[in-house]
């Protein structure tokens, strides 16, 4: 693993500084500032949702288009504009003194954040490194697992001292700092090319498919309840860490302190993945990996002490960290890397819509006065019905090849 990382050093950093950059458009660094939004604009927990959801729901649909543009540029050409249109989009939530305008703000964020920085590097490591995809993927997303452990201490710790849209201008200039750093660590771009090209490894049946012929096959389908899930779901709980920490008693800080143990666990998880993925194939992993989600759940569900949440955390860290490597394997391993710019697009286009349907539906039950704990009981739930979909599709899949 050392030795892999001395070698592709370069990629694999420009791989983690998007990811890393991804933060800012991010739910658990957005959700932050959630209480002063609210407070700013006037909005309920349902209208916030709402509002949130909209926005990453308009990303979604971007996605399906914008992300097939990986496909005919390369990240040194691409990653620059995507990361000089998040610091924008960091100086709009800033500045923006309209409540109209939010929902806009929202999509602009989390299209250039979540959506296309993710994405970018999500397909230049699968295409980057064939052989060694699993290990590539979990180092890249290192950013991420980064920027989820310091961002939201040092937001909580700034905001004591400094304005919440003062913090959004220090994005912006952290984005904008980036930009020249991610063009020096790919002033050389490794072979094979981050766009399609040649060289390119071929998916299931010895073939590289397209976009609408991998639609149009069932384990697409068979997979999507676990990708909306995982994200719609994982959205929810840091969008809601605010409210959450008030109902179980509990200071916000003394909550946002369990993160770094989260991302901690979320590291050792990827890069262990990464490595058995490698050696095992997404096959003999992918319907395994959201089990870990219904103990958390649960464990948020039913705890009430510290202790509980923590160990809570743990066991989210687990899929988090596979959700890292596997996914985005999944569809290089099974569907080929020559269009997957474009299929990627679409399945992170169902990612992106869960991330909007999770805060949307979670705020308008709570305005119902439907508790968060039953909602995460419902969700411990589902996470046991889309692993059993992962294992029906791929185990079909199996034996169709064995056949």
């Not at 400094?162 to 002033?187: D, K, N, T």
């Not at 389908?221 to 920490?245: D, E, I, K, R, Y």
């Amino acid at each position: 693993m050392f030795r892999f990382i001395t070698l592709n050093s370069r990629w694999l950093a420009a791989g983690a500084l998007l990811t890393l950059m991804s933060s800012f458009g991010q739910t658990y660094f957005i959700s932050i500032f959630a209480g002063e939004i609210r407070a700013a604009f006037n909005l309920s927990h349902g209208d916030w949702g709402a509002i949130y959801g909209f926005g990453t729901f308009a990303s979604a649909i971007a996605m399906v288009w914008a992300g097939g543009l990986t496909d005919i540029m390369r990240v040194r050409r691409l990653g620059p504009i995507v990361l000089a249109a998040l610091a924008t989009s960091c100086l709009f939530m800033a500045f923006n003194p309209w409540v109209a305008l939010l929902p806009f703000v929202i999509f602009c964020l989390r299209f250039t954040g979540q959506g296309m920085s993710t994405h970018i590097a999500a397909v230049a490591m699968s295409r980057w490194f064939a052989s060694n995809r699993g290990k590539a993927l979990s180092v890249a997303n290192l950013g991420f697992s980064i920027g989820e452990a310091t961002y939201p201490l040092l937001v909580v710790a700034l905001m004591l001292s400094f304005a919440w849209q003062g913090i959004w201008v220090f994005a912006a200039v952290i984005a904008l700092l980036s930009i020249p750093g991610l063009m020096w660590l790919l002033r050389e771009e490794r072979s094979p090319q981050s766009m399609a090209s040649e060289g390119q490894s071929l998916g299931m049946n010895g073939r590289h498919w397209t976009r609408n012929q991998t639609l149009k096959h069932p384990l697409f389908w068979f997979m999507m309840p676990a990708f909306l899930g995982q994200s719609a779901f994982n959205t929810a709980f840091f969008f809601l860490q605010v409210h959450f920490a008030e109902i179980k008693g509990w200071d916000h800080l003394q909550l946002v302190a369990m993160f770094p143990v989260y991302t901690a666990v979320a590291i050792g998880s990827m890069i262990l993945s990464g490595i058995l993925l490698d050696r095992l194939g997404t096959a003999r992993l992918i319907p395994y990996f959201q089990l870990p989600m219904i103990v958390a759940f649960l464990l948020f569900a039913y705890g009430q002490s510290l202790s509980a949440a923590l160990i809570g955390f743990i066991f989210l860290g687990l899929t988090s960290g596979a959700t890292a490597t596997l996914p985005n394997a999944f569809w290089a391993e099974f569907f080929g890397t020559k269009h997957l710019g474009s299929i990627k697009a679409a399945a992170a286009a169902a990612m992106v819509l869960g991330s909007a349907i999770g805060p949307a539906i979670t705020g308008v039950l709570l305005d119902l006065n439907i508790a968060l704990e039953f909602q995460y009981i419902a969700i411990a739930s589902f996470f046991g019905f889309s692993s059993l979909m992962i294992w029906i599709g791929v185990a079909q899949v199996r034996r169709s090849h064995a056949a």
